[in-house]
């Protein structure tokens, strides 16, 4: 069975007008046992909850995006209150994106640095979005001792180098359905080198739909095409890959058996 460990279901339109239900139907059909659906502002997270409502087998986690903080300041003690629900089993998702962003480095920084710190106090796993800044995600989290709470670089598409610095301290590395497409040579180059032990499988739902659903919107169903192109590049079955990665999804977040 898979997990899809990262992906916004309350951004799904069809959720949007049908409720959750049958998207998360449809995932169980497609052998995905659990989801993890992150909030990418603080002000979403209410939002988000009551659009998912209760449900047996999908956990949450709350931050403030990067790319989401433009009119905004984080609110820290709100941070805090929102991620010592029991139900939130990790910190973000937070970090660093300079490919998107030219203008606003240091308030992306500041809010990384307070996510970190939040996740360390309270114990969860940090869920971190890293683009074009390599040397500054990874100095920030040398200097923060994320490694006390580990996390996760999710929709991983940065280079070895960086996958081989963040698992130095203890991080996942997530692949999603970017691995899938026709010109990522390079990301499948080092999806290859990353140890199956240490990777994550993700939709980002409802962005980033793989091959062969490109142009459609994304669901956690779709998780096992990125799987299987994960098995192909390390030689091993898809039952694996599942196998594997889900085992590493409940030892990252190790929350969630308590909540289901
Ligand atoms: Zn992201
Ligand atoms: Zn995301």
Not at 249 to 260: C, E, G, H, M, Q
């Amino acid at each position: 069975m898979f997990v899809d460990s990262h992906c916004h279901l309350d951004k799904i339109k069809e959720v949007q007008t049908n409720g959750v239900g049958p998207t998360l139907a449809r995932a169980e059909q497609a052998g995905v046992e659990h989801v993890l659906c992150v909030a990418v502002t603080l002000d979403d997270y209410p939002v988000m909850r009551r659009a998912i409502g209760e449900q047996i087998n999908v956990s949450f986690s709350c931050g403030l995006h990067p790319l989401y903080m433009k009119d905004q300041q984080l609110d820290v003690s709100k941070l805090t209150e929102l991620v010592r629900d029991p139900q939130v089993v990790a910190v973000g998702e937070t970090g660093l994106d300079y490919f998107y962003d030219k203008e606003f480095h240091a308030q992306q920084q500041s809010s990384f640095e307070q996510h970190i710190r939040v996740a360390c106090e309270i114990e969860k796993p940090l869920i971190i979005h890293t683009r074009d800044a390599h040397a500054d995600t990874i100095r920030m989290l040398r200097e923060g001792s994320a490694e006390h709470c580990g996390g996760v670089l999710h929709c991983f598409t940065e280079s070895l180098r960086m996958a081989e610095e963040a698992m130095e301290i203890g991080f996942y590395i997530s692949i999603s359905g970017i691995v899938t497409f026709a010109n990522a040579d390079e990301l499948r180059e080092t999806v290859k080198k990353i140890p199956l032990e240490r990777l994550l499988i993700e939709t980002d739902s409802p962005w980033l739909a793989p091959v062969p659903h490109r142009g459609k919107e994304n669901e956690p169903a779709f998780v096992h095409e990125v799987a299987r192109c994960v098995a192909a590049l390390h030689g091993v079955s898809v039952e694996q890959v599942a196998e594997v990665t889900t085992n590493n999804f409940y030892t990252l977040f190790n929350s969630v058996k308590k909540i289901i």
